[in-house]
């Protein structure tokens, strides 16, 4: 209620523009309600008004004006007041603008000039190319040829072989999967541009194993299945063909086209392991475990590496559900204890993830 009567005081006297003067508490208000209450004001604070502007009200103070006459000319000081408050207001307003227009221009000159420093833009050039590849912190002794392998990968020209084994062994922290990827997808490129423009089959074969690597699994099905229609290939070029073909489609879960591939090829060149590997994974993936492990340890004895075994049925375990990846994992290691050990562990970790659970359930 007592905000409504200063806001009621302020405005019988002209001053309802003022914040002071419905402020309780502030000077301008407390010299209004005294001047209300007819009292007299003091020396300080007649100076107040009068600095203010308030002459009306200084005269209305001392008696020297009639009501009447007061109004009129206090209605007068807040017209000049509100209008002088406006002048004042566009005026800030076209100061603020310039000065922010000002400071706009300061900064795109300031990050034009960042842009057209030399050293600046290799340094963000450099950063983009890393965040592209996935590539983190690079060794000060690696750094020159490190990002020169990248900028030339990015630039879409192939690797040297001895760049490519540097990045393999000595950079491996550099050889991560998104350049990977990115160099699979040159080889392949480059060797289906080599197919197509010679009509030698084996550089589709290699094409189509980079072009899986590279995620596109599609292209190589497209382009090994235009390699199989030339007539007069070898069955070891066929069998190359079916086995790779073949496991483009276990890429896109297309498992049993992928096994009649996989049982052509190896009808074609029985002494090779490649199509005894595809037949293991895809069996395996099928649920034929049994069958699986058979495929596979007969392309051990064929002279598949135990390495790139390993390392086939590592991916493959990642890829499936837990409960068939437990039930391979148990046959295997009761089929070979020995020599599928490595397996144990994922076994013993997996108990004692269980374990954990039952533990928090009966707590």
Same mark, same amino acid.
């Given at each position: 209620?007592?905000?409504?009567?200063?806001?009621?005081?302020?405005?019988?006297? /002209?001053?309802?523009?003022? +914040?002071? !003067?419905?402020?309780?508490?502030?000077?301008?208000?407390?010299?209004?309600?005294? @001047?209300?209450?007819? $009292?007299?004001?003091? !020396?300080?604070?007649?100076? /107040?008004?009068?600095?203010?502007?308030?002459?009306?009200?200084?005269?209305?103070?001392?008696?020297?004006?009639?009501?009447?006459? /007061?109004?009129?000319?206090?209605?007068?000081? &807040?017209?000049?007041? @509100?209008?002088?408050?406006?002048?004042?207001?566009?005026?800030?307003?076209?100061? /603020?603008? $310039?000065?922010?227009?000002?400071?706009?221009?300061?900064?795109?000159?300031?990050?034009?000039?960042?842009?057209?420093? +030399?050293?600046?833009?290799?340094?963000?050039?450099?950063?983009?190319?890393? &965040?592209?590849?996935?590539?983190?912190? @690079?060794?000060?002794?690696?750094?020159?040829?490190?990002?020169?392998?990248?900028?030339?990968?990015?630039?879409?020209?192939?690797?040297?072989?001895?760049?490519? !084994?540097?990045?393999?062994?000595?950079?491996?922290?550099?050889?991560?999967?998104?350049?990977?990827?990115?160099?699979?997808?040159?080889?392949?490129?480059?060797?289906?541009?080599?197919?197509?423009?010679?009509?030698?089959?084996?550089?589709?074969?290699?094409?189509?194993?980079?072009?899986?690597?590279?995620?596109?699994?599609?292209?190589?099905?497209?382009?090994?299945?235009?390699?199989?229609?030339?007539?007069?290939?070898? +069955?070891?070029?066929?069998?190359?063909?079916?086995?790779?073909?073949?496991?483009?489609?276990?890429?896109?879960?297309?498992?049993? $086209?992928?096994?009649?591939?996989?049982?052509?090829?190896?009808?074609?060149?029985?002494?090779?392991?490649?199509?005894?590997?595809?037949?293991?994974?895809?069996?395996?993936?099928?649920?034929?475990?049994?069958?699986?492990?058979?495929?596979?340890?007969? !392309?051990?004895?064929?002279?598949?590496?135990?390495?790139?075994?390993?390392?086939?049925?590592?991916?493959?375990?990642?890829?499936? +559900?837990?409960?068939?990846? &437990?039930?391979?994992?148990?046959?295997? @290691?009761?089929?070979?204890?020995?020599?599928?050990?490595?397996?144990?562990?994922?076994?013993?970790?997996?108990?004692?993830?269980?374990?954990?659970?039952?533990?928090?359930?009966?707590?």
């Amino acid at each position: 209620m007592t905000r409504y009567l200063h806001a009621d005081l302020a405005e019988r006297y /002209f001053l309802d523009d003022l +914040p002071g !003067a419905t402020q309780l508490g502030a000077r301008l208000n407390g010299i209004l309600l005294k @001047i209300d209450a007819g $009292e007299q004001v003091t !020396a300080l604070q007649r100076q /107040f008004l009068g600095m203010s502007g308030l002459h009306a009200l200084i005269t209305l103070a001392d008696g020297k004006t009639t009501l009447g006459e /007061f109004r009129a000319a206090a209605e007068q000081e &807040q017209a000049a007041r @509100i209008e002088e408050a406006a002048v004042k207001a566009l005026k800030d307003a076209a100061e /603020f603008s $310039e000065r922010a227009e000002a400071k706009a221009a300061a900064v795109k000159a300031t990050f034009a000039a960042m842009a057209n420093d +030399p050293t600046l833009r290799r340094k963000r050039e450099a950063k983009e190319l890393r &965040q592209r590849f996935g590539v983190g912190y @690079i060794e000060s002794e690696d750094y020159p040829r490190a990002m020169a392998l990248l900028r030339q990968v990015a630039n879409g020209q192939r690797l040297k072989v001895g760049d490519l !084994a540097w990045l393999k062994t000595e950079a491996e922290y550099c050889w991560t999967d998104e350049l990977q990827k990115a160099w699979h997808r040159l080889e392949a490129q480059a060797l289906t541009e080599a197919w197509e423009r010679t009509g030698d089959a084996w550089n589709a074969v290699n094409a189509s194993g980079h072009w899986r690597k590279a995620g596109e699994a599609e292209r190589a099905l497209s382009l090994t299945g235009k390699a199989m229609e030339r007539t007069s290939l070898s +069955p070891k070029l066929q069998s190359a063909l079916s086995t790779t073909r073949g496991g483009a489609m276990r890429d896109l879960r297309r498992l049993e $086209e992928a096994e009649a591939l996989g049982r052509q090829a190896h009808s074609l060149t029985l002494a090779d392991y490649r199509p005894c590997t595809l037949l293991g994974a895809v069996l395996l993936e099928r649920g034929d475990v049994a069958g699986g492990h058979d495929w596979y340890a007969k !392309a051990e004895q064929m002279g598949a590496s135990r390495k790139a075994i390993d390392q086939d049925l590592r991916s493959l375990l990642v890829r499936l +559900p837990s409960q068939e990846r &437990q039930r391979i994992c148990d046959y295997l @290691i009761a089929e070979d204890p020995e020599r599928f050990a490595w397996l144990l562990g994922r076994r013993e970790s997996r108990e004692r993830g269980q374990g954990q659970v039952t533990k928090a359930r009966l707590a």
